[in-house]
């Protein structure tokens, strides 16, 4: 029975639901626009936090690394401080030079193995103090984006929460006279609004133009829109055209816009 109601509808009767969809969408897009780019900044801002927490996480095992490599050398200097200890005990009881020259050649390589463990031990050392400052600036940046970030969700949260409710009512009111137009016509009007830069897919003839891309209309034109006899679009801008009076705006107030 809807649809046989639906297909009842007259040209003129079809252009005002239309047109009051057009009005009812544009508040919606009012919302929309009221909330701004707050959406987008958090998505935004909660990519950055993640990719610095990353860093900073990946900073943090380059540094376990280090340390790691720090506690490998300091053994093996140890380890050769006590070679060294026992080679110069063992001096004191050689039979030979040869004995004592060899022990003398293993103290002097010990000797520069504990010098190469302390030169990689500072070399880590100093990776860390500049990865620890790459850390603390990260670590800088993300705690001033995570406060930003609790503000622009607060902002958006508060805006979300005052409009949430009119933007239901206005949608559930869409919905219902989208089921009033007819599945082709609606499927039109839709891809116009989309590719319309200001989201109007219906717009009224002012000042003898459309009042899209305000190309003039010629006036056979504007006469068969004020007939309502048919669906006319500006053969510019492809939006549907409807007389003023179909807006409830006079001819004289459409003049004057």
Do not use: W
Not at 32 to 44: A, F, H, I, M, N
Request: charged share 35%.
């Amino acid at each position: 029975m809807a649809k046989k109601e639906e297909k009842e509808l007259t040209v003129e009767e079809r252009l005002k639901t239309l047109y009051h969809l057009q009005t009812i969408l544009s508040e919606v897009d009012r919302i929309k626009t009221l909330r701004g780019e707050l959406p987008l900044e958090v998505q935004d801002l909660e990519d950055e936090i993640a990719g610095l927490q990353t860093r900073v996480t990946n900073f943090a095992e380059e540094i376990a690394a280090l340390n790691g490599d720090i506690k490998q050398q300091a053994a093996m200097r140890d380890q050769a401080i006590a070679d060294i200890d026992r080679y110069t005990q063992q001096q004191d009881n050689v039979r030979n030079n040869r004995e004592y020259d060899y022990l003398t050649k293993e103290i002097e390589y010990q000797h520069l193995n504990i010098e190469l463990a302390e030169k990689k031990m500072n070399e880590a050392a100093r990776k860390i103090d500049a990865i620890q400052a790459e850390i603390d600036h990260a670590q800088e940046i993300l705690d001033d984006h995570k406060h930003v970030l609790a503000d622009k969700k607060s902002e958006l949260s508060e805006i979300v929460s005052e409009t949430k409710q009119d933007e239901e009512k206005l949608r559930e009111q869409a919905k219902k006279l989208e089921g009033k137009i007819d599945a082709r016509l609606l499927t039109a009007f839709k891809r116009i609004r989309k590719n319309a830069r200001n989201g109007l897919g219906v717009v009224y003839v002012q000042r003898n133009a459309c009042g899209g891309c305000f190309n003039r209309i010629p006036a056979q034109r504007q006469m068969e829109i004020k007939m309502h006899k048919k669906i006319i679009v500006c053969e510019y801008c492809g939006r549907i055209l409807i007389d003023p009076a179909l807006a409830g705006v006079s001819e004289a107030d459409a003049k004057n816009e």
